[in-house]
């Protein structure tokens, strides 16, 4: 049973850079989230795909941050002019939805760090 | 809007006792779903346990359970024998339903430290 994959796992960039992670889910999970974790903190949401359609968006998520799920398998989630408040922990999750208690099934997370 | 409050910063217990770790909740919807989470060091997000608004029992799974208490919005997590492995953080979640689907409003967390 293959869980949900992040790539990298670990990514170190410079003020001003772009960068791209990558969402592998489960394979059978319609339902994509990502979440951004910072430092003392819960996770906090981004955004959420039910298959390719990205259904809703937080106010956390900014023009410079986008999202996308092609074909409704894995998804990407760049971040444009990164800013010093951008370093963090950004997590995957995948549901079937099926049902009201099915949980979330998170990956290990990308940290970004902004230098 | 729905909110998670988790007043414990940090734990410490000793190794093979039980410990329990609080979360209380504000939402004024009446179907609601509880979600415990454990994040180790590496980062990854471990689902534990699940409570349904609507059930009559208190879930458990193995060496966990839930305190549920409606009336006082409160949903506790109970580690039974405790192990040196539980050392980690853990979240309290709500489901907040948006489209369709389940987002989840995480507390701030405690840091639970399982002394040998």
């Known amino acids: 049973d293959t869980g949900v994959s992040q790539d990298p796992r670990h990514k170190i960039t410079k003020r001003g850079q772009n960068v791209t992670f990558r969402c592998d889910p489960i394979?059978?999970?319609?339902?994509l989230y990502w979440y951004r974790q910072t430092l003392g903190q819960g996770p906090e949401f981004l955004t959420y795909?039910?298959?390719?359609?990205?259904?809703?968006k937080s106010r956390l998520l900014s023009d410079r941050f986008s999202a996308e799920r092609p074909k409704g398998s894995f998804s990407t989630l760049e971040i444009q002019r990164t800013e010093q408040g951008d370093s963090a922990m950004y997590l995957c999750a995948s549901s079937s939805g099926t049902y009201s208690n099915q949980p979330q099934h998170f990956g290990d997370g990308t940290r970004l760090s902004i230098l | 809007a729905q909110k998670i409050t988790q007043t414990q910063p940090g734990m410490f217990v000793q190794e093979k006792e039980a410990v329990t770790l609080d979360c209380t909740y504000d939402t004024s919807d009446q179907s609601y779903g509880l979600f415990w989470y454990k994040q180790p060091s590496s980062g990854e997000m471990i689902f534990l346990i699940y409570q349904g608004s609507y059930d009559e029992q208190n879930a458990t799974e193995g060496r966990y359970s839930l305190n549920f208490q409606k009336a006082r919005k409160s949903a506790n997590l109970v580690i039974s024998a405790s192990q040196l492995g539980d050392s980690a953080m853990y979240f309290c979640?709500?489901?907040?339903?948006?489209?369709?689907?389940?987002?989840?409003?995480f507390g701030q967390g405690t840091r639970l430290t399982i002394n040998p």
């Open positions: 394979s059978e999970h319609n339902r």
């Open positions: 979640a709500m489901r907040e339903l948006i489209q369709g689907a389940q987002k989840l409003v």
């Open positions: 795909f039910q298959n390719e359609a990205q259904l809703e």
